[in-house]
T-cell receptor, first 113, second 113 residues
Framework: AQSVTQPDIHITVSEGASLELRCNYS??????LFWYVQSPGQGLQLLLK??????LVQGIKGFEAEFKRSQSSFNLRKPSVHWSDAAEYFC???????????FGTGTRLKVLA | DAMVIQNPRYQVTQFGKPVTLSCSQT?????MYWYQQKSSQAPKLLFH???????NEADTPDNFQSRRPNTSFCFLDIRSPGLGDAAMYLC????????????FGQGTRLTVV
């Protein structure tokens, strides 16, 4: 069965510091991979996605993610965090042809001024 | 802008009193989804429509039903809300055609009193 694991429930970083949020997936083939961000009381906004091709993908708000097939990982990174990045981040996988998206449990990011 | 709109943003209902949440989209997407998200948890897929074809998740309680009268609208009906049904309900859409992401509405926060 497909699954998504985000090992870090909470992460705290100082403003201006670099950030890496971890995501591991379990799927028989290469799934579609996504990172979404959710601010309190809001819906989910897509940050970036990977379907195929270049394993380093760029997204909005200065985020990037790298797909590593050998590690079944799709970690999200940002070189310098801003206070406005404080939110919950969800990694998700989509199984080709099923129209379904499976979400990880999320990582809540806190940014210290 | 094309978007997914959920109404209302906040809904308070009484224990056992039927309630309906609505979702509309201007994206003309084939697939519409309903997710339930409880505090600090991942969104959990309840069901989805591909056009008029309804797909229920195996563990979705019978208390939850859905209607999709046309491409643009989808409704979530909770027949007899319990305290455990208090959650954020997220509507999403996708094209359902190949590699694509889901687009989310702002969500409806349901409180059961």
């Amino acid at each position: 069965a497909q699954s998504v694991t985000q090992p870090d429930i909470h992460i705290t970083v100082s403003e201006g510091a670099s950030l890496e949020l971890r995501c591991n997936y379990s799927y028989g083939a290469t799934p579609y991979l996504f990172w979404y961000v959710q601010s309190p009381g809001q819906g989910l906004q897509l940050l970036l996605k990977y379907f195929s091709g270049d394993t380093l993908v760029q997204g909005i708000k200065g985020f990037e993610a790298e797909f590593k097939r050998s590690q079944s990982s799709f970690n999200l990174r940002k070189p310098s965090v801003h206070w406005s990045d404080a939110a919950e981040y969800f990694c998700a996988v989509g199984a080709p042809g099923t129209y379904k998206y499976i979400f990880g449990t999320g990582t809540r990011l806190k940014v210290l001024a | 802008d094309a978007m997914v709109i959920q109404n209302p943003r906040y809904q308070v209902t009484q224990f056992g009193k039927p309630v309906t949440l609505s979702c509309s989209q201007t994206l003309n997407h084939n697939v519409m989804y309903w997710y339930q998200q409880k505090s600090s948890q991942a969104p959990k897929l309840l069901f989805h429509y591909y056009d008029k074809d309804f797909n229920n998740e195996a563990d979705t309680p019978d208390n939850f039903q859905s209607r999709r009268p046309n491409t643009s609208f989808c409704f979530l009906d909770i027949r007899s809300p319990g305290l455990g049904d208090a959650a954020m309900y997220l509507c999403a859409t996708s094209t359902g055609q190949g590699a694509t992401e889901a687009f989310f509405g702002q969500g409806t926060r349901l409180t059961v009193v």
